[in-house]
């Protein structure tokens, strides 16, 4: 297992950018894929973005797509989301998840590792 402890969240205003940090601690983060997830209140957790061990590949959710970033620095054991353009449909409680096994990157279930979840307010 890995531990994971998200950063940056924050409110803001409609348009504005905000970047956040997933920084890892306990094992080689390298061999993880790296996601995010959030959820709203009152709706069920959401796949964001995830990315691949090396960060070759990135896939997203058609609702931030083109908006938000995800990268990683392995050296670092960090993973980021670079989230502009920012909405209020995208207020929610951000989580950052760690996963090793074989499957959909935008499976909630792969992800055996998960952050603590940073509050991000987007106001209108």
């Known amino acids: 297992q890995v531990q994971l402890v998200e950063s940056g969240g924050g409110l803001v205003q409609a348009g504005a950018s905000l970047r956040l940090s997933c920084a890892a601690s306990g094992r080689t983060f390298s061999v993880y894929y790296g996601g995010w997830f959030r959820q709203a209140p009152g709706k069920e957790r959401e796949f964001v973005a995830a990315i691949t061990r090396s960060g070759a590949s990135s896939y997203y959710a058609d609702s931030v797509k083109g908006r938000f970033t995800i990268s990683r620095d392995n050296a670092k054991n960090t993973v980021y989301l670079q989230m502009n353009s920012l909405k209020p449909e995208d207020t929610a409680v951000y989580y950052c998840?760690?996963?090793?096994?074989?499957?959909?990157?935008?499976?909630?279930?792969?992800?055996?590792?998960w952050g603590q979840g940073t509050q991000v307010t987007v106001s209108s």
């Open positions: 998840a760690a996963g090793a096994g074989l499957g959909s990157y935008t499976n909630s279930r792969m992800y055996g590792s």
